[in-house]
């Protein structure tokens, strides 16, 4: 038995005993949580129960985002040893399974997520983890920083698909967590000038922090109009859009150049229409992102170099006794908020 925040049901949590799964295997370490991030999908499933197929019917451990101290390791790890700092990938794949031998491990069906029913999540003091999706963390890289490592990895995701070439000007669509980690990686991708675009002020004053990213209001005009303007007519190469909302994908196509990328990184709730003919006649490459694969040392490098910083964009901090009041902020959408992160004893 464990301390865990539990998701009973749609809007009921609590800090309580729940009993996990805590068998150390040959080849998996027990980490000490230090920091978990709240993510989009945790307060999804807070207020709403589900995300598409996946329904929330038992009770569930939230988080997936963590950064913690390996404290035992098991018979057949040689790469870690106890009191190594690391961040956790949360996807267990089944790693002998065809999707995975493709080097599409992300997209095995068989693969285990944590927080995505009826996997457990990581809200809890301790958690068994496959080794080889545990990544040290650089000395210089705080736990608070290797916590952001899940979101900013899909992020990287999205720009390695976009094959940015160097001097890329590049627009993102809607200026959250993932739409401001999508500028920064886009920027250390090689994009020369990143246009964000988003209706809140807040949002566009965080954006505007960081050199290369021009923030611009969806309410001053169609973003269309707005990116022809600031490219002299010729259109953005790549379009990143972490909205998630239909109302972006209309008229996406002006947003970009001929021969320009579009990637779908925001999940939309419900189907979306999309013009193909305005794809078609720029003969625009769409892509789309599930999560990520092989990429968190990527991301952990950029943090530690110094080309990506996250700190401005942990905007709240809670400790684990706090978390049901962490959860209910984070349902707050408050402007000025953008991760939230929840401290765990220890
Ligand atoms: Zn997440």
Same mark, same amino acid.
């Given at each position: 038995?464990?301390?865990?925040?539990?998701?009973?049901?749609?809007?009921?949590?609590?800090?309580?005993?729940?009993?996990?799964?805590?068998?150390?295997? /040959?080849?998996?370490?027990?980490? *000490?949580?230090?920091?978990?991030?709240?993510?989009?999908?945790?307060?999804? &499933? &807070?207020?709403?129960?589900?995300?598409? =197929?996946?329904?929330?019917?038992?009770?569930?451990?939230?988080?997936?985002?963590?950064?913690?101290?390996?404290?035992?390791?098991?018979?057949?790890?040689?790469?870690?040893?106890?009191?190594? *700092?690391?961040?956790?990938?949360?996807?267990?794949?089944?790693?002998?399974?065809?999707?995975? *031998?493709?080097?599409?491990?992300?997209?095995?069906?068989?693969?285990?997520?944590?927080?995505? /029913? =009826?996997?457990?999540?990581?809200?809890?003091?301790?958690?068994?983890?496959?080794? !080889?999706?545990?990544?040290?963390?650089?000395?210089?890289?705080?736990?608070?920083?290797?916590?952001?490592?899940?979101?900013?990895?899909?992020?990287?995701?999205?720009?390695?698909?976009?094959?940015?070439?160097?001097?890329?000007?590049?627009?993102?669509? +809607?200026? +959250?967590?993932? +739409?401001?980690?999508?500028?920064?990686?886009?920027?250390?991708?090689?994009?020369?000038?990143?246009?964000?675009?988003?209706?809140?002020?807040?949002?566009?004053?965080?954006?505007?922090?960081?050199? +290369?990213?021009?923030?611009?209001?969806?309410?001053?005009?169609?973003?269309?109009?707005?990116?022809?303007?600031?490219?002299?007519?010729?259109?953005?190469?790549?379009?990143?859009?972490?909205?998630?909302?239909?109302?972006?994908?209309?008229?996406?196509?002006?947003?970009? *150049? =001929?021969?320009?990328?579009?990637?779908?990184?925001?999940? /939309?709730?419900? =189907?979306?229409?999309?013009?193909?003919?305005?794809?078609?006649?720029?003969?625009?490459?769409?892509?789309?992102?599930?999560? &990520?694969?092989?990429? &968190?040392?990527?991301?952990?490098?950029?943090?530690?170099?110094?080309?990506? !910083?996250?700190?401005?964009?942990?905007?709240?901090?809670?400790?684990?006794?706090?978390?049901?009041?962490?959860?209910?902020?984070?349902?707050?959408?408050?402007?000025?908020?953008?991760?939230?992160?929840?401290?765990?004893?220890?």
């Amino acid at each position: 038995m464990a301390e865990a925040l539990v998701l009973e049901r749609i809007k009921q949590l609590s800090l309580r005993e729940i009993d996990l799964p805590q068998d150390l295997g /040959p080849g998996d370490v027990r980490i *000490r949580t230090e920091v978990v991030g709240i993510c989009g999908s945790d307060v999804h &499933y &807070y207020l709403h129960g589900r995300i598409g =197929p996946f329904v929330v019917r038992e009770p569930m451990v939230l988080g997936h985002e963590a950064a913690g101290i390996v404290v035992e390791v098991g018979t057949e790890v040689a790469d870690l040893t106890a009191g190594d *700092r690391v961040c956790v990938e949360p996807g267990v794949p089944d790693f002998s399974s065809r999707a995975a *031998r493709l080097g599409l491990y992300n997209l095995d069906p068989s693969l285990s997520f944590w927080a995505t /029913p =009826p996997i457990h999540g990581c809200l809890t003091p301790e958690v068994v983890h496959p080794a !080889n999706l545990c990544f040290k963390l650089p000395h210089n890289v705080t736990a608070a920083q290797g916590a952001m490592v899940e979101p900013l990895a899909v992020c990287i995701q999205a720009a390695t698909k976009a094959q940015i070439s160097p001097g890329d000007k590049a627009v993102v669509l +809607g200026a +959250g967590p993932i +739409g401001l980690m999508q500028a920064l990686a886009a920027l250390a991708s090689g994009c020369s000038e990143v246009f964000i675009f988003d209706p809140l002020d807040n949002k566009l004053a965080l954006a505007a922090r960081y050199d +290369g990213v021009t923030p611009l209001y969806s309410r001053n005009g169609p973003p269309a109009e707005q990116i022809s303007e600031a490219t002299l007519g010729w259109g953005a190469d790549v379009v990143f859009e972490c909205s998630g909302a239909s109302a972006a994908f209309r008229g996406i196509a002006d947003l970009l *150049r =001929p021969g320009g990328t579009l990637v779908a990184v925001g999940m /939309p709730i419900d =189907p979306v229409a999309v013009d193909i003919v305005s794809l078609q006649v720029k003969e625009i490459t769409l892509r789309t992102i599930f999560r &990520y694969a092989n990429v &968190y040392d990527r991301a952990i490098n950029l943090l530690a170099s110094g080309q990506i !910083n996250l700190d401005p964009l942990i905007t709240g901090t809670f400790s684990f006794a706090d978390s049901i009041q962490a959860f209910e902020r984070a349902s707050e959408g408050r402007p000025d908020d953008v991760k939230i992160q929840i401290i765990m004893p220890g």
